[in-house]
């Protein structure tokens, strides 16, 4: 079992910055891809991005890479996600993720672990 809690959402002024956080346990962090889904009110649940478990292969979703950057701290058990430049259509609950590979992590139905959720408001 593995148990991921984000931080870091909030409310933020269009063209500000937000540092999203995730802190996982149960299982062996560094051995696990991580990513970061949205979900915008009314919407389906969208990949963000993602980082294998070494840190050194990152995947974006091609409307994110200008903006947003997936990193991870091993140690720590963390992975990060710093949002820049942020627009009023980044409004939504952000989900950690964990699954095997990175390229697993792209589609919804292939994440094993999901955490709780935070909420981005970026207003205009």
């Known amino acids: 079992q593995v148990q991921l809690v984000e931080s870091g959402g909030g409310l933020v002024q269009a063209g500000g910055s937000l540092r999203l956080s995730c802190t996982a346990s149960?299982?062996?962090?560094?051995?696990?891809?991580m990513g970061w889904f949205r979900q915008a009110p009314g919407k389906e649940r969208e990949f963000v991005a993602a980082i294998s478990g070494p840190g050194s292969f990152t995947y974006y979703a091609d409307s994110k890479k200008d903006r947003f950057t997936i990193s991870r701290d091993n140690a720590g058990n963390t992975v990060d996600l710093q949002m820049n430049s942020l627009k009023p259509e980044d409004t939504a609950v952000y989900y950690c993720?964990?699954?095997?590979?990175?390229?697993?992590?792209?589609?919804?139905?292939?994440?094993?672990?999901w955490g709780q959720g935070t909420q981005v408001t970026v207003s205009s």
């Open positions: 149960g299982r062996t962090f560094s051995s696990s891809a």
């Open positions: 993720a964990a699954g095997t590979s990175v390229y697993g992590l792209r589609r919804v139905d292939t994440v094993d672990y």
